[in-house]
Structure formats: C-alpha cells, structure tokens
C-alpha cells in the first residue's frame, strides 16, 4: 500500500492532564513529523520524554521534576490520502501523475517489491520534473520527498538494513519522529539506455533462484523461496562473465583531480577500470547492507547507506558443498567471505559483460516476468530483471531520503 504522507500526528486532549498546545507555541517541523508538545509549566524542569504504551494507545509521555503528564498520540484530520496498489507498476503509474507538491513525505506499507518501485518512482518522477530524459539518465537528480517504509513483506530487506529489524511500531515511530537517512542509489542500464533505480543486484545463483520462484508464484512465499534454492542449487551452473570495476580510490583519486589545476582526461580514468574474466556462480552489486532474519549480518556487512561506494562480491566456481557452506555463512554471524573462491572489491562502478552472449543490441527488458532463453535474469531489490546484454550499474550518492537509521550508522556516527 502507497500512503501520501499530508497529514500531522498530534497529541489530543483525552488524559488525565488533557488541554491544549499554548497559544503562541512553535509550528514544528514538516507536518509529518513531529507530535504537538505537552504544555509544561514554565519553572518545572523535564527529566525525560518519549513515547510509551499506555492503556494500549501510543502516548506522549513527560516526567518532569514535579508531575508525569502524558496525552495520546493520534493522526489529525483529514487523514492522508491513501492508494492500495492492484498489480505490479502500480505505484509507478501513480507517482508519475500524483500531483506531489503538496505532500511532505511517501509511506509505503508492503515488502521489498512494493518498497524499490516506489522508490524507483519518486526518484524517476524527479527526473521527470527536472526535465531529464528518462532514456538516457546520467547524472540524476535528488528526489525532495522522503520515503517511509513500513514492512509487510516475507523478507523486508530495505526495511530491516534500516531500522535493524522488521518491526512496524519501530518503522512507524521512525516516521513519526522525523529520522532521516541520506540513501546511495544506483543507476542500471545497457548499452546506454536506463534501465532503472535500485540499492542492491544479484547476477548468478540469485537471479536464477528468483526467476525459477517467479514461476511458482502459486506457492506460499516462503515455501516458493526454499524449492527455488534448492532446485536452483541442484542444477548449479556459474556463469561464463567479463566484470569491469572502478574501484573507490580510482574515483576518489580522479575526482580530486579534476579540481586541480592538472586535470585529468577521462581517458585517465578508463585507465583506472579493473577487469575479471572467468566463471562465476554468483555476483552481488550492494549499496545498501541488505540484511534480513536470514542474514542477519547483511549480505554486504561492510557497506553502509551514504558512504558513497557498493561492494561487489564475487563467488568463483567451486563445488556445490563449498558453495553450499558460503550460503549458510550469511545466516550466522560468522565470516561469510573467508572462502578462496570468494572475492570482495569497494567500487563506485560496475560492468557486468556474459560472454556467451555479447550482442551490442539491447533485448527486450522485463520486470517481474520469468526468463526467457535469449536474457539473463537478474534479481534488483527483490524484483526480476531480465536483459540479454551487458549491465553497467553506477552509484549515485545520497540521491534520497528515508525515514530510518541503521543502529551501525548511528555507531558510526558516535
């Protein structure tokens, strides 16, 4: 579900120490955020502040040094307008006509699917209203309005990298309060069309695990999840790939040249490009940490929201019970990278090139579809990709904002 976030939370009079905001107070910040302050005599002194459970409603609770006051917390009306997506694209199709002006922030209740198509909507409505061509998008815009996920999905990755868990009163708080995080997206596309936004890629075992799960959508979401891993382990082939990298330090290094009086060409920074041939089964493209219950670690642990880099891990050939251990490495906390097959490299770009298959001509592009013989399926943010030809994914930093923060941040921030 998409929620058009227009509408204010207060807190209402109703308990024991019910009245009305003092005249005269503060406006807050956005009307989304904040709950209305109780009224606190001018000598007392607070002590504490926060938002408790009493009686089975959320309230605005304050212990001064004299009193405890507390007043529940409920949306004002009218209440924000509200949309039920019907079929995939749904969301997308709204964002691109809703007018936006109006709102201070997008809500969307649903899973990883539901989350990166609106995502990928407010940022592409941006570009629309920049007048970029959304063809041929290279240096994208910021979208201005906010994202708020609230998880209702089986696996919730987008949401659980956020908040560290899978927690709707968590989530809800976070909106509630206005904690913003600055979010790193990349750019997909082939042969130099765009193909989409997105935070996070699989190419290999997770696009085949996705596209065969697709297939089976009859199932329950997570009995389909389990007999596409195993199916897809049974048959385990790696992928005959060409993969070129620009690593961090090679774009740290050119853009800090490019300020200087002795400028380097672009040539020079094509010259920085790192290149690897060979079989792979799998290739992970992460600028999120993508953790989950399954991997509570995150699949890219060492990856953070707004640092400006991806990781790009690489799982070479090797034999299915070595692979097998890799897999199971992700659910635990335990090093999942200490394999010799495993490769890890810090990158600002990707290209990701199958050898058996190096048409110049783009393929037909489909999303959440299932594979066809002349693409290869990739798995982007929980939904199915398929292109027959070259990938270029490429970073851009802190292209939005979502309400949430990783408790990793904040210790980083610390």
């Excluded at 927690?167 to 913003?180: E, K, P, S």
Aim: charged fraction near 20%; include cysteine.
């Amino acid at each position: 579900m998409l929620r058009l976030a227009r509408g204010r939370v207060s807190a209402l009079a109703g308990s024991p120490e019910g009245g009305k905001q003092p005249a005269g107070a503060e406006a807050g910040p956005p009307r989304v955020l904040l709950p209305s302050a109780l009224p606190v005599p001018a000598v007392e002194r607070i002590l504490q502040r926060g938002i408790f459970e009493i009686d089975g409603r959320s309230c605005d609770v304050v212990l001064s040094d004299s009193a405890l006051r507390w007043r529940p917390i409920q949306p004002e009306r009218p209440a924000a307008p509200a949309a039920v997506t019907e079929y995939e694209g749904h969301a997308l199709s709204l964002l691109k006509e809703c007018q936006l002006q109006e709102f201070d922030g997008v809500i969307c209740v649903g899973g990883d699917g539901s989350a990166s198509e609106v995502a990928h909507g407010l940022l592409l409505r941006a570009q629309m209203d920049a007048g970029i061509d959304t063809n041929y998008i290279l240096t994208p815009v910021r979208t201005s309005l906010p994202l708020g996920i609230i998880p209702a999905g089986s696996t919730n990755v987008l949401a659980h990298s956020l908040y560290g868990i899978t927690h709707i009163v968590t989530a809800t708080l976070h909106i509630i309060m206005g904690h913003m995080q600055p979010v790193d997206v990349c750019t997909f596309s082939s042969t130099g069309k765009f193909l989409r936004f997105g935070f996070s890629a699989m190419f290999g075992f997770g696009g085949k695990t996705l596209a065969l799960a697709e297939k089976h959508r009859w199932m329950p979401p997570n009995q389909r999840k389990d007999f596409a891993i195993i199916k897809t382990l049974a048959s385990l082939k790696p992928e005959d790939c060409e993969i070129s990298f620009l690593p961090e330090k090679a774009s740290q290094d050119f853009q800090e040249a490019s300020g200087n009086e002795h400028r380097r060409t672009e040539s020079d920074c094509n010259n920085q490009w790192k290149k690897i041939q060979g079989h792979f089964l799998n290739i992970n493209v992460m600028a999120i940490p993508c953790s989950c219950s399954m991997a509570p670690g995150g699949l890219a642990p060492n990856t953070r929201f707004s640092n400006g880099s991806m990781a790009l891990i690489i799982a070479r050939n090797t034999s299915r019970s070595e692979f097998v251990k890799h897999l199971k490495r992700q659910t635990s906390l335990k090093n999942q990278f200490n394999f010799p097959f495993v490769e890890t490299y810090t990158v600002t770009e990707v290209k990701i090139q199958p050898r058996n298959n190096c048409g110049d001509e783009i393929g037909d592009v489909e999303f959440h579809g299932t594979s066809s013989e002349n693409n290869y399926p990739w798995n982007v943010d929980g939904d199915l990709m398929e292109v027959a030809s070259e990938v270029h994914i490429k970073l851009h930093p802190q292209l939005i904002k979502l309400y949430g923060g990783h408790l990793k941040e904040m210790n980083d921030y610390k």
